[in-house]
């Protein structure tokens, strides 16, 4: 039913340009990242004399050490003293599946604890995160580029655990990477429990040293400019779309599908049937909907999308939106990228761009 919806929108042009203006000369902008790998630090922890080696991490780490025992691993929990938190710390530290995961993000990123500049020849494992950092200072002169008001992060903290979270933002707007969340696709993260939901493979798949920069950089978009408190799905949609767009002009060398973190089918999916996620959207008049459970579904990550084919990945709609604001972005080139993310009216921009699906 999906596939013959409106068939007669198939006529109509897109007014959009999926490749955009050329990528900026960012030569001239410095970015300077310090690396700090937390994760070797912890790992390498002296535990017969915690209350020093505490005391260590908080001098060298700062506030994320704080961050990381309150949120990532609650040994700082309120109803925790200080002993029993030591004794929490010392059974993360001897459990089975903390031996586990520093294993592999040593067998991917190496064991060295020491700044970005002592990252240098290393051998190969190293390499691995010099050539994450390397993106990642390239994406953050982009941003610097397109965003020259926003703040930008100095201090990239890397850092592991049982999965609990790939990326987040602390202090005054640094960055934090969880390395056990890039170690596909060699990896299979089901191995490590196959019924848990953050390991099913729609999400694995983005689990990669290829998306290291994209994860970070989303966060860093989602905190400078947060998604909508309330609103239609036009709202919603148009705002995942401002972050596709973006993140594209932050990435320009990286593949569509990786800044979209689908796979190569599901962007080829997306780019064949984007008349018919339109053409379904007005035949259900969903695009002003206000269910909040039906924009969730519609936006957020999903093994497939809702109404649509097993071949569709999760968030269909979000690629409409990008092709929406690709549209309107054709239509006023004078608009910055700064101002495009400030526009929070998604009906505004549907209306500016003329758009027309393909």
Known sequence: MFTVLLLCLLGWSSCTDDDGPPPPDVSDITVNLTVLRFDRALAKLDT???????????RQYGSF??????????VRRGDFSPAEGQRVLRAYLDYPLTHFVDSLVTENYGDATGGAASMGGGGPVVSQVQDLVEQLTTSL??????????????TLVTYATHFELAAFLYGDGQLAAGLDFFLGPAFDYSQVDPNEPIFSDYLAQSYTPDNFAGKLLRVLL???FPPPRSGRLIDYLVYEGKKLYVLERLLPKVPRHVVYEVTEAEMAWLEDNETPIYAYLQRE???????VNKIRKYTGPAPYSVGMPQESPGGAVNFLGRQIVASYMVQHPEVTLAELMGMGDGQEILRGARYKPR
């Open 141 to 154: 002169k982009y941003y610097r580029h397109y965003f020259p008001a926003a703040p930008l992060p100095d």
């Open 222 to 224: 989602e905190d400078r």
């Open 65 to 74: 050490t704080d961050v990381f025992f309150t949120h990532l691993v609650p």
């Open 285 to 291: 008049d969903e695009l002003y909907s206000t269910d």
């Open 48 to 58: 017969t004399d915690l209350t020093a080696s505490l005391a260590e991490l908080n």
